[in-house]
């Protein structure tokens, strides 16, 4: 039957003190996201025993009440009682901008709020050049034919113009008029920037009354960092553009903010941004290349650690940046044995316990793992639960991670990881891939069949 999620979003916002003490509230895949006003006033352990919920979590700033697959029905449901309070949108009670907060629940806060809301069209995007991959790499197209250069775009396109999507977030999160946020976005974009730097090469290299120009050869195509911090900087270009009397403001109060956001960007936001982006991935391949399997264990085993609150979102800027720079991504290879792991975990709880409800939950954990890429009903539901099947399905993807990070594996695409997506992983990074994940799922497997998990665990 059907559950009525009208009925959990309603028990869900009173037991956490109701709209009043809701600032705002938005999701990622699998949990609710609260911004309170107090909260000391939620009861974890009555939130926790509501149906539907599968666990609570207190995560810096933010109350998260973990769904699992059916959050987007959750989340429908609590915005139609409340839609003023959708995606952090909403201001403090005085009409000022809320104080900032700073510190790593601040900063999960950000990253989420800006990559969670187009994370759906961004997986899509990355499923359509998994699939061109695949039929380059199988031989089904040539690379140089219409139709692959056709495929190939459906999933690059939001790659290319990334830049713009993350302006249109992240004026949310910084509170700036989002289409100015877009303007400045679309500027980096312009083909003429992209190719700034190959046009005035001979000359010395591109500037902007007489200062130089320092840009990446190819512009902020897919870029991350870059616009995010312009975006935070218009948020205080326009602070004293709001206090210009009305008809000025109205004439050219815009137009000033993107013309001064957008060269503060390009002349020094910039360079300085890719600069430090580009000292962390080669401080990460760094340590991957001094000790691989070193490295590459310590890495993967942390990787459910770091799912369990929340803190895996700090690393999607930095894949999605590699992405950009290097148009690839040495992060995710070394973690793809994740969800094979938990999944294994559960399979051998289910084949092993004689409970028919441990056995459901772990059928429906299994399905969500192994099917839909979404591991936190399971990490909450079982491996938790009884402990030792988590510790089991740490160190199998430990070893996994430190078998795939000795053969330097690189992604092209961010996809989801399950057993259909299977073929995408190997065209895109090759057999010791699969041998990585077979390594994960057979010692995740076999450590919780003999030793992970019994019933009277249950009991």
Same mark, same amino acid.
């Given at each position: 039957?059907?559950?009525?999620w009208?009925k ?8 956490v003190?109701?709209?009043?003490n ?9 949990r ?11 009861? !974890?352990?009555k939130v926790?025993?509501? #149906?539907?919920?599968i666990?609570?979590m ?9 769904i ?7 989340? !429908?449901?609590v915005?139609?009682?409340?839609p #003023? ?6 201001d403090?009670? !005085?009409?000022?901008?809320a104080?900032?907060k700073?510190g790593i ?5 950000l990253?989420t ?7 759906a069209? *961004? ?11 695949m039929?380059s ?7 140089? =034919?219409?139709?692959y ?9 939001l ?42 090469? #001979?000359?010395? &290299? ?13 512009g902020y195509?897919q870029s991350v ?15 004293p553009?709001a206090?210009?009397? !009305?008809? *000025? ?17 390009l002349?020094?936001? &910039?360079?300085?941004v ?9 401080g990460?391949?760094w ?19 770091l ?5 895996h ?7 999605? =940046? ?9 992060i995710?290879?070394?973690?793809? &044995? ?14 092993k ?6 056995? #459901? ?16 009903p399971a990490?909450?539901?079982l ?54 994940i ?22």
């Amino acid at each position: 039957m059907a559950r009525d999620w009208n009925k959990v979003a309603t028990e869900i916002v009173d037991l956490v003190g109701g709209k009043d003490n809701i600032k705002s509230v938005t999701h990622c895949i699998t949990r609710l996201r609260f911004t309170l006003v107090d909260d000391s006033i939620p009861d !974890d352990k009555k939130v926790g025993q509501v #149906e539907g919920v599968i666990q609570v979590m207190r995560v810096g700033a933010q109350y998260q009440v973990v769904i699992g697959n059916h959050v987007g029905d959750a989340y !429908d449901a609590v915005i139609a009682m409340m839609p #003023e309070k959708a995606a952090g949108e909403v201001d403090a009670d !005085d009409g000022e901008a809320a104080p900032a907060k700073f510190g790593i629940g601040a900063l999960l806060d950000l990253v989420t709020g800006i990559f969670t809301p187009f994370l759906a069209g *961004f997986t899509a995007a990355g499923m359509m050049k998994a699939v061109a991959v695949m039929l380059s790499s199988f031989g089904v197209l040539d690379e140089a =034919s219409s139709t692959y250069i056709i495929i190939n775009s459906i999933g690059d396109g939001l790659f290319q113009f990334l830049p713009i999507v993350l302006a249109f977030t992240a004026a949310d999160k910084f509170h700036t008029n989002k289409w100015v946020s877009v303007a400045i976005a679309a500027f980096l974009c312009h083909p003429s920037m992209a190719t700034l730097s190959a046009t005035f090469a #001979e000359t010395g &290299g591109p500037t902007f009354l007489g200062l130089p120009v320092i840009m990446p050869d190819s512009g902020y195509l897919q870029s991350v960092f870059p616009i995010i911090l312009a975006v935070w900087l218009q948020s205080w270009v326009e602070k004293p553009i709001a206090k210009l009397p !009305d008809t *000025f403001r109205g004439l050219f109060g815009n137009m000033i903010v993107l013309f001064v956001t957008g060269t503060i960007t390009l002349l020094v936001v &910039g360079p300085v941004v890719n600069t430090i982006s580009g000292w962390i991935a080669s401080g990460l391949m760094w340590v991957l290349q001094v000790a691989p399997p070193v490295a590459g264990f310590l890495i993967a085993a942390l990787w459910p650690v770091l799912i369990i609150f929340g803190m895996h979102w700090a690393f999607i800027p930095i894949v999605i =940046s590699n992405f950009g720079t290097l148009g690839y991504d040495f992060i995710l290879p070394i973690t793809v &044995g994740t969800n094979y792991a938990v999944g294994a975990c559960c399979l051998a709880i289910l084949l092993k316990s004689k409970r028919q409800d441990i056995k #459901e939950t772990a059928g429906e954990c299994l399905g969500s793992a192994w099917l839909g890429g979404i591991t936190e009903p399971a990490i909450y539901g079982l491996l938790l639960k009884y402990k030792k099947p988590f510790a089991v399905m740490s160190l199998a993807c430990g070893v996994c991670g430190a078998y795939a990070a000795m053969f330097n594996m690189t992604q092209t695409a961010l996809i989801t990881t399950s057993v259909i997506t299977l073929p995408a992983v190997y065209a895109m990074c090759g057999i010791h891939e699969i041998i990585a994940i077979a390594i994960a799922v057979v010692g995740a497997f076999v450590g919780t069949f003999l030793w992970g998990y019994n019933d009277k665990m249950a009991e």
